[in-house]
């Protein structure tokens, strides 16, 4: 099992940076894909970055270009850099992985971190 918290979110302008983190209880080192999610109000929670293990990594066309995620295997963190933020972007933010566990798949979420744009 892991625990995820995330830290990092705030109010900043449209145009404005933000650095996510993701901080898991235990080792990431095996676990292959740790990804982010966000959900805004009144909209379904939506898949926005993914890493994995090898380094390769995956982004919904809205941030593509706009936001990196990465990952810190020997400090067990994940990170979701985001530049040239949007009002749009605006959205409670969660890491998220999926571990393979007693035969069968389990999802673990953080917390969630609030992101707020502002025009």
């Known amino acids: 099992q892991v625990q995820l918290v995330e830290s990092g979110g705030g109010l900043v302008q449209a145009g404005g940076s933000l650095r996510l983190s993701c901080a898991a209880s235990?080792?990431?080192?095996?676990?292959?894909?740790m990804d982010w999610y966000r959900q805004a109000p009144g909209k379904q929670r939506e898949l926005v970055a993914v890493v994995f293990n090898s380094g390769s990594t995956n982004y919904a066309d809205s941030v593509k270009g706009r936001f990196t995620i990465s990952r810190d295997n020997a400090e067990n963190t994940v990170y979701l850099q985001m530049n040239s933020l949007k009002p749009e972007d605006t959205a409670v933010y969660y890491c998220h992985t999926r571990l393979f566990l007693s035969l069968t798949w389990r999802d673990y979420w953080g917390q969630g971190t609030q992101v707020t744009v502002s025009s």
């Open positions: 235990a080792s990431i080192f095996s676990i292959n894909v």
